[in-house]
């Protein structure tokens, strides 16, 4: 399922305004968002989980990206997405094709959108168009993290509220999103190699690695 959401970009959530631009959650978020903009390089392995709060229904997904400023190559449930921070390739390993489409800027997606076109963009996500709030700690496994609540400005969002799990070294461990009709989505990082060393053709997709691929280029 999460390959046609990749490839389509999808639409979801946002909700009710009760907070307001809290000092303590601004500093954290821009010592975190400074510290991401300081690496040559950051390789993520993640968990992503959709709770379908209608069904009851969880499905859960393992990737991994690669990001380099606004580059990135992704892989997750049989699709592998390549992002010279120009034009975006989505190779589908089951039809052993490619669909190619030109990026989209990341101020004019939803928030859990910007993860699948530009990763990057999460660390500066509460810069425009949010408040937001310290809620508190929290320890999971041991490891201790300040909660940053991201509620929207515009109150006609399918989602009310983001949960951000930041470290005391300025690192961000996991995002949550809160849909108004019950859906909550996990992204949670397991694991960060920082700085790296990669190539800019690392983030492009070169169709001699595939043989016999079906190019669709969806650009203007």
Request: aromatic share 12%; charged share 30%.
């Amino acid at each position: 399922m999460i390959k046609y959401l990749i490839i389509s970009v999808f639409t979801l959530f946002v909700g009710t305004i009760t907070a307001q631009k809290d000092p303590a959650a601004e500093a954290l978020l821009k010592a975190m968002a400074n510290k991401a903009q300081t690496y040559k390089s950051i390789d993520v392995e993640f968990e992503y989980t959709l709770e379908n709060g209608q069904t009851n229904s969880k499905e859960n997904y393992k990737g991994s990206v690669l990001i380099k400023g606004n580059k990135f190559k992704m892989q997750i449930d049989g699709t592998i997405t390549f992002s010279d921070g120009k034009s975006r390739w989505v190779y589908l390993e089951e039809s052993n094709e490619v669909n190619i489409s030109a990026v989209i800027e990341s101020d004019e997606l939803e928030p859990e959108e910007r993860f699948m076109n530009d990763p990057m963009s999460l660390y500066t996500l509460y810069e425009k168009g949010f408040k937001y709030t310290l809620s508190g700690t929290e320890t999971v496994d041991g490891m201790n993290y300040n909660l940053i609540d991201l509620t929207p400005e515009d109150i006609s969002k399918p989602y009310f509220k983001i949960r951000c799990w930041i470290t005391p070294q300025d690192e961000l461990n996991a995002l949550k999103y809160f849909q108004k009709d019950g859906t909550r989505i996990l992204l949670k990082f397991t694991s960060i190699k920082l700085d790296k060393k990669v190539k800019d053709s690392d983030f492009v997709f070169s169709p001699k690695d595939y043989p016999g691929v079906e190019v669709i280029d969806l650009r203007d």
